[in-house]
């Protein structure tokens, strides 16, 4: 049985990477950098008068800024694509007729996600730091070749970034996995986002409201000392509760289904 869910567990990745899913993966990843680069490229007689000493944090910390609102609307999509990618070829169908638990073909796909946005925070990381370097190579003067970026404060602050989006994503999965119109989930996903931005200063309902969990995270932080932030926040451990619950719940529900 362990080897048929493994076996199918591939199967959804090559399946992934013989999808847009890759291309998606990239150029969300590639895009904030990409502006930052521009930007210090093009105004760089504006930028280089404030250079001083290791710039590397604060180039860090402008790019976390367009963040929180992009990822949750990211992690929207992620769980909404992978679900209606079987949806359209009837993937489920397959997938059910194996000799494995249905929570176990539920949870696996749910895994594939939750890999999807990882990697696809790996990759943001390595564009920031090629970026970086990318504009040393033009601009000297900027130093970031002169310098290290921190990076364990980088991947700090991406980790707990990252662990907040997994309550939106088991949530998403799951309505998205309901139905089969693509717009319902997308819908959802985005007034629940506006909601978000509205609670996410209100210590009283953003912890009830994943959504928020992202943004309020980073508010939160105290960038300007890095030696404080830890792997784990409070937003980052409500966002795992939320989806150990959902998880747990989806399990139960396709259970009891019949098979789509």
Known sequence: ??????????????????????????????????????HYIVDHKRLLPDITGNHWDKFFFGQLTMTPTLITFFV???????????????????LFSLPIPKSMVYNGKLFIAALVIFITYLFFLVFVLLSGYAISLVFPEYGFLSY?????????????SYLTTLGILAIQYFISYKTKNFIVPIGIGIVMIILGLILFKSPRFAPFMPYAYNISNFVNLD????????????YSVYSIIVFIGISIFGSRNITKSNVI
């Not at 591939?10 to 990409?34: C, D, G, R």
């Not at 929207?76 to 679900?83: E, G, K, N, R």
């Not at 960038?223 to 409070?234: A, D, E, G, M, R």
């Open 223 to 234: 960038l300007k000392n890095p030696s404080l932030i830890s792997w784990f926040t409070n």
């Open 148 to 160: 290290r970026p921190n990076l364990i404060f980088m991947v700090k602050v991406l980790f707990s």
């Open 76 to 94: 929207v999509l992620i769980a909404t694509f992978t679900v209606q990618i079987e949806h359209r070829s009837e993937g489920f169908k397959q």
């Open 1 to 38: 049985m362990l080897q048929l869910y493994y076996q199918s567990i591939i199967n959804e990745l090559i399946k992934l990477k013989n999808s847009y899913l890759l291309t998606i993966m990239v150029l969300s990843s590639v895009f904030i950098p990409a502006i930052y680069f521009v």
